[in-house]
């Protein structure tokens, strides 16, 4: 089936990562979105649903946070009836189980999910599919001889998907982070491989009619976001300061910030309020410690550091991956953790995007809630979406 505009379906669509970027790639259309965290689907519904109207939404669908059990059983018949007429289905079901940086157990849940995708993926039939996950995916849990991934890939199969993957680094696409994630596509018609060919061949271009580096640095990123250029200090009884905008000083920078008005502070620059003897410690850090590399085991020690993993930035260089803890990166050049905004040019989110919800969590509540550094550390890099959702709209119409 080949349209004017194809149809996908986003499936665990987090905060809206992978949507805006085949947003920005205009060539497609939500027909839905189904993400189970209230928090991000806060985030999601403001931007790509309430303020861009990319999503068609049908009647039969509520428009609110969702899990994709409930919507396999309550929805049945109407997924059934979408057989045939979605080009596309889209997703990365929570990474936490298969991730080597979490405790990887195979009887997390959270791994069942993807059995929900492979279902919902068997019942709507979409000509084409989009998958991914962490590097970890790829590896046997200990007590089972096959991996996460070719379990997939075998089931997909089995459904009449010609399937291939590869490990990317999101940092080769122009993303000033090294991020590295499992990429699956599939296709009822044609090869898979030709979109991984395609994404190579076209990446220099893509980024180059924007007029961006395909080596964006960590500065390149969030240099005009530094506390030095000025806050806004808060209100009481408001505890928190809020980062201005200071000169630009890349074109990236430029690009993620041309649509909105910088004599206004950022969408979601709120500094941390560190106390002052951990304030004390990162000035240390920072006059001794390298830069991009974790701070050693002996410096720990010396310093009384619970902190089991921390980076300080390298300015020059890109960043490593973004986690959910927004405490795992101390930025290169101020005694802090970076800021939500900061977190989301890292990840190539646009400054007129916005997060919606509390930023952080901790405790118990980490595996319920889903706050602003949650969602941005759990994304899909906009950036690299669009250039996929160019390519995938291309092979919808073969």
């Known amino acids: 089936m080949s349209k004017a505009t194809p149809l996908y379906i986003d499936l ?14 205009n060539k497609w259309r939500g027909l839905l979105a189904i993400e189970k965290s209230p928090l991000a689907f806060e985030t999601f519904q403001f931007n790509l649903l309430d303020r861009k109207r990319h999503f068609a939404w049908p009647a039969w669908f509520p428009k609110q946070a969702s899990d994709i059990r ?8 109407e997924l059934a009836e979408l057989r045939g007429k979605i080009d596309l289905v889209t997703g990365g079901p929570p990474c936490q189980g298969f991730s080597m940086a979490g405790k990887r157990l ?49 089931r997909l199969r089995v459904l009449g998907y010609n399937v291939d993957w590869r490990l990317i680094d999101f940092s080769e696409f122009g993303i000033p982070q090294r991020r590295h994630r499992f990429i699956l596509v599939g296709t009822l018609n044609g090869n898979a491989s030709s979109f991984f060919e395609q994404i190579e061949k076209r990446k220099k271009r893509f980024l180059g009619a924007k007029r961006l580096p395909t080596n964006a640095s960590t500065i390149d990123g969030i240099g005009d976001l530094a506390r030095q250029h000025g806050v806004v200090e808060p209100e009481k009884p408001a505890k928190f300061a809020y980062g201005n905008y200071g000169a630009i000083t890349s074109r990236y920078q430029k690009y993620l910030s041309e649509k909105v008005d910088r004599s206004i502070r950022p969408d979601s620059h709120r500094f941390a309020n560190h106390t002052a003897e951990k304030e004390a410690v990162m000035k240390l850090l920072l006059a001794t410690s390298r830069r991009g590399k974790k701070v050693t085991e002996e410096i720990r020690e010396k310093f009384k550091m619970k902190k089991h993993s921390v980076t300080i930035l390298d300015p020059h260089d890109k960043a490593p991956t973004l986690t959910t803890l927004p405490d795992d990166c101390l930025h290169y050049s101020e005694p802090r953790i970076l800021t939500v905004r900061e977190y989301a040019r890292l990840q190539s989110f646009p400054d007129w995007f916005e997060f919606k919800g509390k930023y ?26 669009e250039l996929a959702g160019r390519v995938l709209f291309e092979m919808s119409n073969e």
């Open 12 to 25: 665990f669509a987090g905060c809206g990562g992978l949507s805006l970027g085949f947003y920005n790639s």
């Open 70 to 77: 409930t919507v396999l059983r309550d929805h049945k018949n």
């Open 106 to 154: 195979m009887t997390d849940k959270r791994n069942n999910l993807v059995r929900d995708y492979l279902r919902f993926v068997e019942i709507v039939k979409p000509r084409l599919i989009f998958f991914e996950n962490v590097k970890g995916f790829t590896i046997p849990f200990e007590s089972d001889k096959k991996s996460p991934s070719n379990s997939v890939i075998s």
């Open 360 to 385: 952080t969590t901790g405790g118990i509540l980490r595996k319920k809630e889903t706050p602003r550094y949650t969602q941005v550390g759990n994304a899909i890099p906009p950036l690299f979406a």
